[in-house]
C-alpha cells in the first residue's frame, strides 16, 4: 500500500516513498498492472506502473500528478498452441495430423499424444502425421499435448472418434 506504514520505508534505508495518493476517496487505483495472466508468469508481456502523487500538505482537494510508466517484455517465451485433426479409417485406425501446431517464436515442437488418458507410444514425437491403430473400437477420445525446447506445454481441445474394424 502506498503511503506504507512498513517501518523498512524510510530516508535511512534509502527506500523512502512519501506523498503517494493511489487512494483517493475510498477507491484504491492499482499501483502495478499487468498484460497477461498473472498467475502463469510466461504469459506476462508487459508490466505497468501508475502512481498518483500529491505534492500539496494543505487541507485543500489534492493536486494529482499522475506518473505513469511500463516495461514491454518483448522476449518472454510463450507457450506454443496445439491443433490437430483426426480423420477414422478402417481398421480401428485413425491418421492424426498436429501439423497445424504452432510455437510463437517459431520453435520446434515435440507432440505428444493420447487415448484418454494413455500416451500413444506408436506416434513418435515427430512423427506427423501419425497414424494410431486403437486396440479396439468403439469411441476414443483423443488429445495432442506440444512442448516447444524450454519445455512449455501447449493442449489442443479433445476430440472423440468412433473407430469401426
Not at 494543505?58 to 505513469?68: A, I, M, Q, Y
Amino acid at each position: 500500500a502506498c503511503p506504507s506504514t512498513d517501518a523498512n520505508w524510510n530516508v535511512g534505508n534509502l527506500r523512502y516513498a512519501d506523498k503517494i495518493t493511489n487512494e483517493f476517496n475510498g477507491q484504491l487505483r492499482p499501483l502495478f498492472s499487468y498484460t497477461g495472466n498473472v498467475n502463469v508468469p510466461s504469459t506476462i508481456s508487459l508490466i505497468h506502473a501508475d502512481l498518483w502523487v500529491n505534492t500539496n500538505t494543505g487541507t485543500g482537494p489534492p493536486l494529482e500528478s499522475h506518473l505513469s510508466t511500463g516495461v514491454y517484455l518483448r522476449n518472454q517465451d510463450q507457450p506454443p498452441t496445439a491443433i490437430f485433426t483426426a480423420q477414422p479409417q478402417s481398421n480401428y485406425r485413425v491418421v492424426l495430423n498436429g501439423s497445424e501446431s504452432w510455437s510463437p517464436q517459431g520453435s520446434t515442437l515435440t507432440y505428444v499424444w493420447y487415448d484418454g488418458s494413455t500416451k500413444i507410444s506408436s506416434c513418435t514425437a515427430t512423427a506427423i502425421p501419425c497414424v494410431y491403430t486403437a486396440p479396439s473400437g468403439g469411441a476414443h477420445t483423443l488429445q495432442l499435448k506440444v512442448f516447444d525446447p524450454a519445455g512449455l506445454e501447449g493442449d489442443s481441445a479433445t476430440q472423440t472418434v468412433t473407430l469401426f474394424q
